[in-house]
């Protein structure tokens, strides 16, 4: 096919790139998240965006090689995405949007037609998706597009003289255009002083203060020992990786007036066995804070997810945090003997709550 046809869904138009894209590509390749996640050449200039418009996109028609759409909203460039023609029915999926258009869904229903027309005019089986490890938008809109998540590629993805992790899924023919899995959420949620709130950058250093103090270290041996920057940025990527996965909400908690972070509740293993769980920073402990915290999440999990049962698992001499859970109403079910290590390696009973959506209606 010489040049890429135009569809619209009525919102969203994608058509062949023309010359005047090139002003809306060259701002789209000056955007951190372009330069972070995508190959585009840094430094990028006015010229790089009149080749790619007007030579590289045109010559992927012309010899099968991409089928590249620019993205059209309002009449103004919004962004390009192609299929990337691997042969005998496969295509990568590429995108990328201005940053004008984010957070609009724009970029969502652009790839929906070109998937449509990818799979009925050229008669495609298999489309597959790759990001460099850690583009949670990315991920996110393959997800919605109905894309499994197949894992990751170690020291895979070419990225600008570095082979980096990448992470890979697939989109068949015949597969549902839409999410396979459960995608959890993390909202604010607010109450008694105290706010549940997504993690951020900014909570890193206060995130290994907390996991790394004596009595953290001491009481949750599955916590990263001597943890640095690292442990921290690697924490908040298993947040996001467990809210992907259905399997735990992990929430940053904060006085209600100030930002800082305080400690962390979740409801773990939400497919298994839903669990409350937290830790508190040392400087937020001793004020009734995490029972507070524990408290709005305990009320998220019966009142807005509608969770029948909820468990919890303490330390037997491990006061504080038993503390927590009956202050919040949870009831002993039981011990369960050597069932824990200490970070200091000593074995201990673990002593097990629940509450039941009935207790809580009564
Ligand atoms: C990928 C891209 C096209 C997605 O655009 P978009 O669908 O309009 O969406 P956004 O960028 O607003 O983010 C999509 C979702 O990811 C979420 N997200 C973004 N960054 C995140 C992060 N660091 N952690 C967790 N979630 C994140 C957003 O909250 C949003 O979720 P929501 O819609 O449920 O609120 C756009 O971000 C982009 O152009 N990025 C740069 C180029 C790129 O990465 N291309 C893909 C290469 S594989």
Redesign the pocket.
Known sequence: MAQAPTLTDGTVTIRAHRADDAQGAYEQSQDP??QR??TVPVPYAMEHAHAFVGEFMPKGWTDDSEWGFAVEVDGRYA?TISLRNEGSGRAEI????HPW????????RALRLMLEWGFAEQGLQTVVW???RG????R??AWRLGFSFDGTLRSWLPHRGELLDGWVGILLHDDPREPRTTWLANPVVEGDGVRLRPFTEADVPRVVEGIGDAGTQYWLAFMPRDPGEAEGRAYLETV?ERLATNHTITWAFCASDDDRLLGVVGLYRMDVEPEVGYWAHPEARGQGLTTRAAGLAIRYAFETLGLERLAAYASAPHAASRRVLEANGMRPTGIQRNAARTGAGEVVDLAGYDLLATDVRT
């Open positions: 998240l372009s996640w995508t962004g590429a995108f990328g949007s258009v984010r957070g609009t869904g724009a970029i969502e790759y990001a460099n583009n949670w938008a990315s996110k809109l996001q």
